[in-house]
């Protein structure tokens, strides 16, 4: 019988607390949270100091840029905000290119100052935040993985099993309708949730990595021209551009599934690695 | 009542994140104010900068590409016309009367006409120049090499870095004139050039006319244009800002590799 009246209360109620994330797992989690979050800020302030995306070795090739956000005056001298995707431009005005200050003038500016680091156009000291917690991120995802396979975190929990593949129809179809594992099966990551996070882990992380190691002229002397598979050095600004964008959206499939799957509970499990499973336990 | 329970708690939580989010980026940008917290930040570039030595070889080449590579119409960045009646004085002469002067920590100082410059062992190359800002152009540069001419001057042997002075001032009435250094392994390399052509015609002031340094694997801040003078030192922590040069005393590494 439970001593504990919380232990006795989970009993009476069906469900039990299972111990879900191991400690290494949750600390390099939110590691990984304030590291990539913070690289995306000041990423995103380091942009700014050149707004535009190319395909290519330069940026000069006679051709526009692919994407670009910039300033410029109307014929009324009214200064807009514009965005130019593939040659078409779109005003963005308060939101990519320009904005209104403090002061009510409408004045240069690339992305709104909640979402760089630092907040004002600083391209030396983003440069200082984004180096240094590149290095946090590499050295946490270093650890991640010789932990995932030296306690078999990855064959165990991550790598899909042939049950896994057999459902994946079925996984796509819960997922389509908000539906998620309960009882026991909520214990395991389900097969979409483990592709998920394989890719980011295995293709989109390591990619990000290496297309900043792409843009940088002394790295690029190793094996000269290994830039060039990705397209060239501007190609490889634009990829890193795109796949830091896909980590967000990663990220807000990842809380959106963790708010409407229960959030307390998976918060819980994420901090002190306990996660209410509903049911017996068992014995 | 439990739903009312849960609406507060969520408008709660809703409210929280958002006073976390200003306070955390709040906070970074107080810590970007700091002395400290920035040069915990360098930590970062420091770690850049030895990683980099050790897995690139110092005499690794740079990439060359080819003609058909070359950006329409190289751009100009920064100062495309000193603002200095000396140099326009130089300039509208074509540089007849323009002395590289070369000294510091070597056995035999020199002076070098433009015509002394061009007649010394010279390498051609067409490399793509990385801006900090993020944006690359590809041009073709003809220049002495620097380690031809280091080996005329002979350095003494506590030279550790070669500073080059630059005509462009940074700020008005001709303050802060543009400099730049960089470590003896970088002078030596087969790539370094005191540029003097660029695409094929003599280098056009807004590009840095007439001697502009060419170092290869670092980004564009490094390639000092409107080079006047070449001191071999052996810290540069006395001069100017005492950063090794104009950008790096604005906060930007003295280390340009990435």
Redesign the interface.
């Known amino acids: 019988m439970s001593s504990s009246p919380s232990a006795a209360a989970a009993e009476r109620s069906g469900s039990y607390l299972y111990y879900r994330h191991r400690l290494p797992v949750r600390v390099m989690h939110w590691i990984n949270v304030v590291a990539l979050t913070?690289l995306f800020?000041s990423g995103l302030n380091?942009?700014s100091?050149?707004p535009?995306l190319y395909w290519g070795?330069?940026?000069?090739?006679?051709k526009p840029p692919l994407f670009q956000i910039a300033t410029r005056e109307t014929e009324e001298d009214e200064v807009i905000g514009v965005t130019r995707i593939f040659g078409r431009e779109f005003d963005t005005t308060e939101v990519l290119g320009a904005a209104t200050n403090a002061e009510g003038d409408v004045v240069a500016r690339t992305f709104p100052g909640?979402l760089t680091?630092?907040?004002?156009r600083?391209?030396?000291?983003a440069?200082?935040?984004?180096?240094?917690?590149?290095?946090v991120f590499v050295i946490n995802g270093l650890c991640y993985l010789a932990y995932s396979i030296m306690s078999r975190h990855l064959a165990r929990d991550l790598a899909p099993d042939g049950g896994d593949w057999r459902s994946i129809g079925r996984s796509i179809i819960d997922h389509l309708r908000f539906k998620h594992p309960t009882g026991e099966a909520s214990k395991r990551y389900n097969v979409l949730q483990k592709l998920a996070y394989l890719a980011v882990i295995f293709i989109l992380l390591p990619l990000v990595v290496l297309m900043?190691f792409a843009?940088?002229?002394?790295?690029?002397?190793?094996i000269?021209?290994w830039?060039d598979f990705f397209g060239g050095?501007?190609s490889a600004?634009t990829i890193h551009f795109i796949v830091a964008w896909l980590l967000v959206a990663f990220v807000l499939i990842h809380v959106f599934e963790v708010i409407i799957s229960g959030f307390w509970n998976h918060l819980r499990s994420m901090i002190t690695g306990r996660y209410r499973v509903d049911g017996e336990a068992p014995r | 009542m439990k739903r009312q329970a849960e609406l507060s708690r969520r408008r709660f939580f809703g409210r929280a994140l958002g006073a976390a989010?200003?306070l955390v980026?709040g906070g970074?940008?107080a810590l970007?104010q700091t002395q400290w917290f920035?040069k915990?930040?360098?930590?970062?570039?420091a770690?850049?900068e030895a990683m980099?030595h050790l897995?690139?070889p110092r005499r690794?080449?740079?990439?060359?590409?080819s003609e058909a590579?070359l950006?329409?119409?190289?751009?100009s960045n920064g100062t495309a016309m000193p603002d200095d009646p000396k140099y326009a004085a130089l300039a509208a002469e074509g540089f007849a009367q323009y002395r590289l002067d070369v000294g510091g920590l070597v056995e035999n100082p020199m002076s070098l006409s433009l015509a002394e410059l061009r007649a010394l062992p010279s390498r051609t190359q067409i490399t793509?120049h990385?801006?900090?800002?993020?944006?690359?152009?590809?041009g073709k540069w003809k220049g002495a090499r620097l380690g031809t001419l280091l080996e005329t001057v002979r350095p003494k042997r506590e030279a550790r870095f070669v500073m080059f002075y630059c005509a462009d001032p940074m700020e008005p009435n001709g303050a802060s004139p543009y400099y730049e250094s960089i470590d003896m392994d970088d002078a030596y390399h087969p790539q370094t050039l005191l540029a003097y052509e660029l695409n094929g015609v003599p280098l056009p002031i807004q590009n840095g006319a007439p001697i502009r340094l060419r170092v290869?694997?670092?980004?564009g801040y490094k390639h000092a244009k409107y080079v006047m003078r070449i001191e071999l030192v052996e810290s540069f922590a006395k001069i100017a800002g005492g950063k090794g040069g104009y950008?790096e005393d604005?906060?930007?590494?003295w280390w340009a590799?990435?």
């Open positions: 913070l800020l380091i942009f100091a050149h535009a070795k330069s940026s000069y090739t006679g909640w680091l630092p907040s004002d600083w391209l030396s000291m440069r200082r935040w984004h180096f240094f917690f590149a290095w900043g843009m940088s002229p002394w790295l690029d002397t190793l000269p021209g830039v050095r501007q600004r | 989010g200003a980026l970074c940008d970007s920035p915990l930040l360098a930590t970062g570039e770690l850049n980099q897995i690139a690794a080449m740079a990439q060359e590409f590579d950006s329409p119409g190289f751009r793509r990385d801006c900090v800002e993020g944006w690359s152009a590809i290869e694997r670092q980004l950008w604005q906060g930007y590494e590799g990435i």
